[in-house]
Protein backbone atom coordinates (compact mmCIF):
# COMPACT_ATOMS: atom_id res chain seq x y z
CA UNK A 1 0.00 0.00 0.00
CA UNK A 2 1.17 2.85 -1.29
CA UNK A 3 0.30 6.94 1.07
CA UNK A 4 0.53 9.97 -1.05
CA UNK A 5 1.79 12.77 0.40
CA UNK A 6 -0.50 15.96 0.72
CA UNK A 7 1.19 18.88 -1.71
CA UNK A 8 2.84 21.61 0.99
CA UNK A 9 1.20 24.96 -0.11
CA UNK A 10 4.57 27.10 -1.61
CA UNK A 11 6.24 28.84 1.15
CA UNK A 12 7.78 31.50 -1.21
CA UNK A 13 6.32 34.98 -0.94
CA UNK A 14 4.56 36.97 -3.13
CA UNK A 15 6.72 39.96 -4.64
CA UNK A 16 5.29 43.33 -4.30
CA UNK A 17 5.80 45.34 -7.39
CA UNK A 18 3.95 48.55 -6.96
CA UNK A 19 1.37 49.90 -4.07
CA UNK A 20 -0.61 52.97 -3.62
CA UNK A 21 -2.96 54.82 -0.84
CA UNK A 22 -6.18 56.30 -2.73
CA UNK A 23 -7.88 58.78 -0.22
CA UNK A 24 -11.20 59.67 -1.27
CA UNK A 25 -13.47 62.13 -0.04
CA UNK A 26 -15.31 59.49 2.08
CA UNK A 27 -12.97 56.56 1.42
CA UNK A 28 -9.28 55.02 1.13
CA UNK A 29 -8.57 52.62 -0.90
CA UNK A 30 -4.85 50.51 -0.29
CA UNK A 31 -3.92 48.57 -3.80
CA UNK A 32 -1.06 46.84 -4.38
CA UNK A 33 -0.15 44.08 -7.48
CA UNK A 34 2.22 41.56 -7.15
CA UNK A 35 3.93 38.56 -8.41
CA UNK A 36 3.77 34.54 -7.33
CA UNK A 37 4.85 32.33 -9.59
CA UNK A 38 3.45 32.85 -12.88
CA UNK A 39 0.56 34.84 -11.58
CA UNK A 40 -0.28 38.60 -11.28
CA UNK A 41 -2.08 39.75 -8.31
CA UNK A 42 -3.90 42.62 -7.31
CA UNK A 43 -5.20 43.74 -3.40
CA UNK A 44 -7.39 46.36 -3.10
CA UNK A 45 -8.78 47.17 0.90
CA UNK A 46 -11.38 49.83 1.13
CA UNK A 47 -12.12 51.49 4.34
CA UNK A 48 -15.14 53.56 4.01
CA UNK A 49 -17.55 55.66 5.27
CA UNK A 50 -20.23 53.05 5.37
CA UNK A 51 -18.69 50.16 6.46
CA UNK A 52 -20.94 47.57 4.36
CA UNK A 53 -18.79 49.30 1.73
CA UNK A 54 -15.89 48.33 2.89
CA UNK A 55 -14.09 45.33 1.48
CA UNK A 56 -10.57 43.42 0.79
CA UNK A 57 -9.97 41.29 -2.07
CA UNK A 58 -7.32 39.67 -4.05
CA UNK A 59 -7.68 38.96 -7.36
CA UNK A 60 -5.40 37.07 -10.26
CA UNK A 61 -4.99 38.23 -13.60
CA UNK A 62 -6.41 36.16 -16.30
CA UNK A 63 -4.61 37.62 -19.02
CA UNK A 64 -8.18 39.46 -20.27
CA UNK A 65 -9.54 40.99 -16.55
CA UNK A 66 -9.37 40.27 -12.86
CA UNK A 67 -10.47 37.15 -11.29
CA UNK A 68 -11.72 37.35 -8.21
CA UNK A 69 -9.27 34.55 -5.83
CA UNK A 70 -10.17 35.56 -2.34
CA UNK A 71 -11.67 38.34 -0.46
CA UNK A 72 -12.72 39.32 3.61
CA UNK A 73 -16.70 40.32 4.14
CA UNK A 74 -16.46 43.70 6.12
CA UNK A 75 -17.91 42.02 9.44
CA UNK A 76 -14.64 40.56 10.11
CA UNK A 77 -12.13 43.34 8.31
CA UNK A 78 -8.82 44.28 10.94
CA UNK A 79 -8.82 47.34 8.97
CA UNK A 80 -10.99 50.23 10.42
CA UNK A 81 -13.45 52.43 9.00
CA UNK A 82 -13.83 55.46 8.38
CA UNK A 83 -10.00 55.75 7.82
CA UNK A 84 -11.28 58.76 5.40
CA UNK A 85 -11.02 60.77 8.52
CA UNK A 86 -7.23 60.34 9.15
CA UNK A 87 -5.07 62.89 8.51
CA UNK A 88 -2.05 60.31 8.07
CA UNK A 89 -3.19 57.10 6.41
CA UNK A 90 0.12 53.88 5.72
CA UNK A 91 0.15 50.61 4.63
CA UNK A 92 0.50 49.63 8.31
CA UNK A 93 -3.34 49.89 8.81
CA UNK A 94 -4.06 47.72 6.09
CA UNK A 95 -1.16 45.00 7.13
CA UNK A 96 -3.94 42.27 8.85
CA UNK A 97 -6.55 41.81 5.93
CA UNK A 98 -3.28 42.15 3.40
CA UNK A 99 -1.65 38.83 5.41
CA UNK A 100 -5.24 37.16 5.73
CA UNK A 101 -5.40 37.42 1.94
CA UNK A 102 -2.17 36.42 0.97
CA UNK A 103 -2.29 33.33 2.91
CA UNK A 104 -6.07 32.60 1.81
CA UNK A 105 -4.31 33.08 -2.02
CA UNK A 106 -1.31 30.77 -1.18
CA UNK A 107 -4.04 27.85 -0.33
CA UNK A 108 -6.10 28.22 -3.28
CA UNK A 109 -3.38 28.72 -6.31
CA UNK A 110 -0.28 26.64 -4.70
Not at 7 to 24: D, Q, R, T
Not at 39 to 65: M, P, V
Not at 82 to 108: A, E, G, H
Request: proline share 3%.
Amino acid sequence: MTTKKAKKPSSHEPISVEEEILKGQQSVIFKELLTYGDHTLQISIKSDAYDFQSYAKLERWDGNKWQLVCSRHHSIMNTPFKLYVSQLVTKRVFLLDRRSLINSMKLILS
